[in-house]
Every structure is written in C-alpha cells, then in structure tokens.
T-cell receptor
Framework: SQTIHQWPATLVQPVGSPLSLECTVEGTSNPNLYWYRQAAGRGLQLLFYSIGIDQISSEVPQNLSASRPQDRQFILSSKKLLLSDSGFYLC??????????FGSGTRLTVV | AQSVTQLGSHVSVSEGALVLLRCNYSSSVPPYLFWYVQYPNQGLQLLLKYTSAATLVKGINGFEAEFKKSETSFHLTKPSAHMSDAAEYFCAVSVRSGNEKLTFGTGTRLTIIP
C-alpha cells in the first residue's frame, strides 16, 4: 500500500536560518506531489506542485523553494526564514485518482 | 479558475443532532468536489469525493454529501453527531487536468456539545 512520510513533525527555527522539510511517498510511482501551508486560522494555501522530476510549479512568490530530486521525494527549502513563514506545512500526493493523500504535517515556528 | 466558499467558520451542534456543513463552489467546467477532515496537529483525511458519478456521495464515519448543480452546492451532512466528529472540515474543488490542483475553502470548525 502507499504511504507518505513527512518530517520533522515540529520545528522551531530562528529568523534568517535555513529550512529543509522532506516528504517521501512509498508504494507508488510518478505521483503528483504538492506542498501546502496552513497559517493559523486560515485555509490551505498551495505553495508548489510537481508532476515529475524537475517539474515544479510555484503558486505563490515567496522566499521558499521546492525540489524533487527523486521520483518520490519532495523537498521544501528556504535560505532565510521570515517570521511570516510560520505555519503548518503539509505534503500531499495523488496519481490523478481524484483526491489527495496528505502527510501528517510539520509545525514550523519561526522565532 | 475554480473556488469554494464554506459558509460558517464555526458550527456547534449537540451530540445526536444533525450536522450540516455548507459548501458552495464556482467552476467554469464540471468540477470534482471533496470534503476533508482535519484533527488537531494532523494532516487532512479524505471523507468523500464527487467525481461526476452519483450525486449523493457516501463517505466514511457516516458522512454524506449531495452535489447540486443548480445550486452549485456540495453540503456535508451526518444524521447524528458524535463527540468524535469534533474537528475542522474543508471543502475542496478541482477540475480534470494534468496537475490535479485542489483549491480549498477556509474550513469550518465543528464543535459537538455534550
């Protein structure tokens, strides 16, 4: 069966520090992959999506970036975090079967 | 572009009462519609989905939703609320495309009153 792993679960980082969040999917090939951010009291904002290796689209201009070095690995990065980057980050995948499967999320607090 | 509007950011119902969470969508092409549930500090779990088959869709945990094209609605219901239903619920829409992007509503927090 397919599973999605996301880590770390929680992270506290100082302003200006770098960020790397990782997401991996097991049990499937060539999934569509997504990064969403959920700010406190707000809905989900799509940050990046990828339909294949090195095929990444950005939805919102910001100081975050994403990479997909392997078929089932999706990484969210930042060179210098801002306070406004705090939130709950969710990775998700789909094979086009209508509907995502989400990871358990990373709670990022920038201090 | 497609969008969804969830009416009511907070809904409270008594245990055993009907749950009704409202969702209206906007889409220029036939949409696919979804309801997700999120428990605190967890990811989102798919409750049910409409993908142009039966308009009344049954999901997990006793929830169901009805697609009404004339009203552009996809409201979520459950006949009898349980304490374990307390969570945040998100409606989402997508269209058939290569990237399958989901657009989410802002969510409805459901509180169950004992």
């Amino acid at each position: 069966s397919q599973t999605i792993h996301q880590w770390p679960a929680t992270l506290v980082q100082p302003v200006g520090s770098p960020l790397s969040l990782e997401c991996t999917v097991e049990g499937t090939s060539n999934p569509n992959l997504y990064w969403y951010r959920q700010a406190a009291g707000r809905g989900l904002q799509l940050l990046f999506y990828s339909i294949g290796i090195d095929q990444i689209s950005s939805e919102v201009p910001q100081n975050l970036s994403a990479s997909r070095p392997q078929d089932r690995q999706f990484i969210l990065s930042s060179k210098k975090l801002l306070l406004s980057d705090s939130g709950f980050y969710l990775c998700a995948w789909t094979l086009g079967g209508f509907g995502y499967t989400f990871g358990s999320g990373t709670r990022l607090t920038v201090v | 572009a497609q969008s969804v509007t969830q009416l009511g950011s907070h809904v409270s119902v008594s245990e055993g009462a009907l749950v009704l969470l409202r969702c209206n969508y906007s889409s220029s092409v036939p949409p696919y519609l979804f309801w997700y549930v999120q428990y605190p500090n967890q990811g989102l779990q798919l409750l049910l989905k409409y993908t142009s088959a039966a308009t009344l869709v049954k999901g997990i945990n006793g929830f169901e939703a009805e697609f009404k094209k004339s009203e552009t609605s996809f409201h979520l219901t459950k006949p009898s609320a349980h304490m374990s239903d307390a969570a945040e619920y998100f409606c989402a829409v997508s269209v058939r495309s290569g990237n399958e992007k989901l657009t989410f509503g802002t969510g409805t927090r459901l509180t169950i009153i004992p």
